[in-house]
């Protein structure tokens, strides 16, 4: 059973677009959850980290918002550059078990 | 080191050989985490330590696989008898405590195949 899903699976977008990534998940009860950022070949980056009571959080032009209540997160990308390039993984941690489950990813690629 | 490091890179090993992986964490992070990677998916948990014990292991799919961090820092994860599925990418993280809000640094991982 998958309990973080992503979408979309992947996406191309042009250089200097915004893009937004949708995470939902149904991990319960709630710690936190974190955006990763993991290029080819390389272990992931977290960017952001939210806690229930936060609702959205920034890391220069990636922007995290979170609802707790309907158990959706986006990761919103500004001014996307070639370096954006890389999979996003939505990540969620819950208080009971002490699990992290990590989402799929969205496969993102910017285009010149 | 400034960050978690992962021996070897690459590993290829065929069917029904042992392989050692090994993780050298960010020193003085307590905690150590195994994960493994399939193409196109996410990381999924293998195997969580606390200092030298093995806090959560139900990640492990099978008794082939073992982790041991005998002095509390550097864990090696060791796959007997490896069976063409064992091909991932392993990754190992720490952090400066557990789960919970602590931030886990990823090392690059090993590539293992196994032919």
């Known amino acids: 059973k998958n309990q973080v899903e992503q979408s979309p699976q992947s996406l191309i977008i042009l250089e200097g677009k915004n893009c937004t990534l949708q995470?939902?998940?149904?991990?319960?009860?709630?710690?936190?959850l974190r955006w990763y950022k993991q290029d080819t070949g390389r272990g992931p980056v977290s960017l952001t980290i939210?806690?229930?009571?936060?609702n959205t959080k920034s890391n220069g032009r990636y922007t995290a918002t979170l609802d707790a209540d309907t158990k959706q997160s986006s990761l919103h990308i500004t001014a996307s550059q070639l370096s954006d390039s890389a999979s996003y993984i939505c990540?969620?941690?819950?208080?009971?078990?002490?699990?992290?489950?990590f989402g799929a990813g969205t496969r993102l690629f910017v285009k010149a | 080191g400034a960050g978690v490091s992962q021996t070897p890179s690459n590993k290829v090993t065929e069917k029904g050989k042992y392989v050692e992986l090994r993780c050298d964490p960010i020193?003085?992070?307590?905690?150590l985490y195994w994960y493994r990677q399939s193409l196109g998916q996410g990381p999924e948990f293998l195997i969580y330590?606390?200092?030298?014990?093995?806090?959560?292991d139900s990640g492990l799919p099978n008794d082939r696989f073992f982790a041991v961090r005998p002095e509390g820092s550097v864990s090696t994860l060791k796959i007997q008898r490896t069976e063409r599925g064992d091909s991932a990418v392993y990754l190992c993280?720490?952090?400066?405590?557990?789960?919970?809000?602590?931030?886990?640094?990823f090392g690059p991982g090993t590539r293992l195949t196994v032919l």
């Open positions: 993280a720490s952090s400066l405590g557990g789960f919970q809000n602590n931030e886990q640094f």
């Open positions: 995470c939902n998940y149904t991990v319960s009860p709630f710690s936190n």
């Open positions: 939210m806690t229930f009571s936060e």
């Open positions: 990540v969620v941690t819950n208080t009971g078990g002490f699990k992290t489950i």
């Open positions: 020193s003085g992070h307590t905690a």
């Open positions: 330590f606390q200092g030298t014990g093995a806090a959560d």
